[in-house]
């Protein structure tokens, strides 16, 4: 990915020592900085944290950049390495507070009048799933989710993500492929039980018929 | 292909990443393989998950608090503390040297003032001893011929203190004696 030609002004002007250029870059980013640590962390207090230290390094950093990738690039390896710094420093205390956070709570509204079909019994299975699906994610090993998580919830390329981890685009596909079985074998209940209840009510179906 | 291998495609076939002529064959298979076509169905709903859990979106009053928050901490990065001005003027060169100099200065002055009496009495006890020898060198030198005397030989080999407070090895010359050497240093 190469830099572009906005983001190439304002980066010389930030290195030139203008702040309020910095800004700029500030607000195009901090949205999917933040939800990248949120997912990568799984505690909206923690990425808060890490999103703050993210942006302070960059600043800090941008002197030394050189534009040989791109700025988003870039930045999301800072905000990887932070979130890898953060688990491994916080990890016991990470533990007890991953499991009571709600993980459906902020769902985009549109997307939620699309699931729901108002009927509060669905909305709540559909917690449920979501929270089965978070637990299961915090599972995998760091490695298999952070690729997960660039790739599902980021919407990265896989050639991106193979910039931004340093690695070739095979070991991206490969560890991708290995963290969807992982947490399909993990979900492996909740995946089947659809398919049971609908084998069952065609079941009754037919007796009743 | 064996299922392993295809169960690996699935991940691809999913994300529309094959060609043309593997694709078919991973079709093919998942029409026969029922294992392979469950896990293909499973991966699907679970890619379908994935979407729903990607429009999790964090409040905005959040970004709120956070950019004011970085704000802040950038600002307080901009304003050096007055220890780190210090020792960052001192890494220039030439204000480094003037400070060295001035070190020594300092010291030097010092050093005076707290010893300026004792540096007084070397003085003036110096100076003394000088007038003695000076005295001393006019008596002897009526007596021309002091040196042809091998009694008087080491006689004045030794003098008294000079300025400095040592005595000075002063170079005499042999006039009577047959070797060639002209000057003896002791």
């Given at each position: 990915?190469?830099?572009?030609?906005?983001?190439k002004?304002?980066?010389?002007?930030?290195?030139?020592?203008?702040?309020?250029?910095f800004y700029?870059?500030?607000?195009?980013?901090?949205?999917?900085?933040?939800?990248?640590?949120?997912?990568?962390i799984?505690?909206?207090?923690?990425?808060?944290?890490?999103?703050?230290?993210?942006?302070?390094?960059?600043?800090?950093?941008?002197?030394?950049?050189?534009?040989k990738?791109?700025?988003?690039?870039?930045?999301?390896r800072?905000?990887?390495?932070?979130?890898?710094?953060?688990?491994?420093?916080?990890?016991?205390?990470?533990?007890?507070?991953?499991?009571?956070?709600?993980?459906?709570?902020?769902?985009?509204?549109?997307?939620?009048?699309?699931?729901?079909?108002?009927?509060?019994?669905?909305?709540?299975?559909?917690?449920e799933?979501?929270?089965?699906?978070?637990?299961?994610?915090?599972?995998?090993?760091?490695?298999h989710?952070?690729?997960?998580?660039?790739f599902?919830?980021?919407?990265?390329?896989?050639?991106d993500?193979?910039?931004?981890?340093?690695?070739?685009?095979?070991?991206?596909?490969?560890?991708?492929?290995?963290?969807?079985?992982?947490?399909?074998?993990?979900?492996?209940?909740?995946?089947n039980?659809?398919?049971?209840?609908?084998?069952?009510?065609?079941?009754?179906?037919?007796?009743?018929? | 292909?064996?299922?392993?291998k295809?169960?690996?495609?699935?991940?691809e076939?999913?994300?529309n990443?094959?060609?043309?002529?593997t694709?078919?064959?991973?079709?093919n298979?998942?029409?026969?393989?029922?294992?392979?076509?469950?896990?293909?169905?499973?991966m699907?709903?679970l890619?379908?998950?994935?979407?729903?859990?990607?429009?999790?979106?964090?409040?905005?009053?959040?970004?709120?608090?956070l950019k004011?928050?970085?704000?802040?901490?950038?600002?307080?990065?901009?304003?050096v503390?007055?220890?780190?001005?210090?020792?960052?003027?001192?890494?220039t060169?030439?204000i480094?040297?003037?400070?060295?100099?001035?070190?020594?200065?300092?010291?030097?002055?010092?050093?005076?003032?707290?010893?300026?009496d004792?540096?007084?009495q070397?003085?003036?006890t110096?100076g003394?001893?000088?007038?003695?020898?000076?005295?001393?060198?006019?008596?002897?030198?009526?007596?021309?011929?002091?040196?042809?005397?091998?009694?008087?030989?080491?006689?004045?080999l030794?003098?008294?203190?000079?300025?400095s407070?040592?005595?000075?090895?002063?170079?005499i010359?042999?006039?009577?004696?047959q070797?060639?050497?002209?000057k003896?240093?002791?």
């Amino acid at each position: 990915m190469a830099l572009l030609d906005d983001e190439k002004k304002i980066i010389k002007e930030c290195q030139r020592g203008n702040a309020e250029s910095f800004y700029i870059l500030l607000d195009r980013y901090k949205e999917r900085v933040y939800s990248l640590a949120y997912q990568m962390i799984g505690d909206h207090t923690s990425a808060d944290d890490v999103t703050q230290e993210v942006f302070i390094r960059a600043y800090k950093g941008l002197p030394k950049f050189m534009g040989k990738c791109s700025f988003f690039t870039w930045l999301y390896r800072i905000t990887i390495n932070c979130s890898y710094r953060y688990l491994r420093k916080n990890m016991t205390f990470l533990k007890k507070v991953t499991n009571e956070i709600d993980p459906a709570m902020y769902l985009d509204e549109r997307l939620k009048h699309k699931f729901s079909v108002n009927s509060p019994y669905k909305t709540l299975e559909m917690k449920e799933t979501m929270e089965v699906l978070s637990q299961s994610i915090d599972k995998l090993p760091v490695k298999h989710k952070t690729v997960l998580v660039m790739f599902e919830f980021q919407g990265l390329s896989i050639q991106d993500i193979s910039e931004i981890l340093k690695t070739s685009p095979g070991t991206v596909k490969s560890r991708l492929h290995h963290a969807r079985l992982k947490v399909r074998n993990s979900m492996i209940d909740v995946l089947n039980y659809d398919k049971n209840k609908k084998r069952f009510s065609k079941k009754n179906a037919v007796n009743y018929n | 292909m064996n299922c392993s291998k295809i169960s690996y495609c699935i991940s691809e076939y999913i994300d529309n990443r094959l060609d043309v002529s593997t694709k078919r064959i991973v079709d093919n298979h998942l029409k026969k393989c029922k294992k392979c076509r469950s896990l293909y169905e499973e991966m699907l709903e679970l890619r379908g998950l994935f979407m729903v859990k990607a429009y999790e979106r964090p409040k905005a009053e959040y970004f709120e608090n956070l950019k004011s928050n970085i704000k802040r901490r950038i600002l307080s990065c901009n304003v050096v503390s007055l220890k780190d001005r210090f020792f960052n003027a001192l890494s220039t060169p030439s204000i480094a040297l003037s400070a060295c100099l001035a070190v020594a200065l300092i010291a030097s002055i010092t050093v005076n003032v707290m010893f300026y009496d004792k540096i007084q009495q070397n003085i003036q006890t110096a100076g003394e001893n000088l007038k003695n020898n000076i005295t001393q060198l006019a008596s002897e030198k009526s007596d021309s011929n002091i040196y042809s005397n091998p009694q008087n030989f080491n006689r004045n080999l030794l003098r008294p203190a000079n300025i400095s407070g040592s005595y000075m090895i002063t170079p005499i010359t042999v006039r009577d004696v047959q070797a060639k050497r002209a000057k003896i240093y002791y």
